[in-house]
């Protein structure tokens, strides 16, 4: 599926209606995986208390690949989304998500790592290696200010938020975002703005980029 934006092409992969229930997603990381146990997630749709899905990590291992599962629950019964690290260094970590109902490989993230030095950047790509569209953090000042006053300020974090948005690979059109909310623990806010974009991609994006793009 080819759709224009502006001078660029976002291109995303066949829709599955499951996840297109909402264009607004909160993720929630579980307290236990603070003490680093294993990574976990609740995702929540708008409005509706229980949530709609469960992410798991697994035992947060060093060196171990970042391999995270969604399902329904807790339980881990049925399994939604896996995405799959096919390197074992996380500064230049390259994700791939697979729908885990028909084995589809959806799309590919991968972490920007020297673009990244001032302002945090993944390029997503489709299963060929296309460049689709870019996640950068919002504002290269608001980057390196996180970055200098992180050495020096407690918390610096969560006094400026990161946030990063999605964008257009010319970069002069965002059509989604990352947010995350004013909490000691990691909650975040995960938005699109064109429904072109797939909603497994954004059920994805949460988990992987506070998981994989904070180590």
Not at 12 to 38: D, Y
């Amino acid at each position: 599926m080819n759709v224009n934006m502006t001078d660029n092409n976002l291109q995303v992969a066949a829709k599955n209606p499951q996840f297109e229930t909402s264009n607004e997603l909160e993720v929630k990381q579980r307290i236990r995986s603070i003490l680093k146990f294993g990574q976990q997630y609740d995702i929540y749709l708008p409005g509706i208390e229980a949530p709609a899905g469960y992410c798991h990590r697994g035992l947060n291992w060093p060196w171990a690949a970042c391999d995270l599962k969604f399902y329904t629950d807790e339980t881990k019964t049925t399994e939604l989304l896996h995405i799959k690290q096919r390197n074992w260094v996380d500064a230049w970590g390259t994700f791939d998500l697979f729908d885990s109902s028909n084995g589809e490989h959806i799309c590919t993230f991968k972490r920007k790592y020297w673009a990244g030095i001032l302002q945090r950047t993944w390029m997503v790509t489709d299963p060929a290696g296309q460049e689709l569209f870019q996640i950068q953090e919002d504002n290269i000042m608001k980057s390196i200010i996180r970055r200098v006053g992180g050495a020096y300020i407690p918390f610096m974090d969560v006094i400026l938020r990161t946030n990063l948005n999605f964008r257009t690979l010319d970069g002069k059109t965002d059509f989604g975002a990352f947010n995350r909310k004013f909490s000691l623990r990691d909650r975040y806010t995960v938005i699109r703005t064109n429904q072109e974009l797939d909603g497994r991609i954004l059920w994805a994006a949460g988990p992987l980029l506070d998981n994989a793009g904070g180590r």
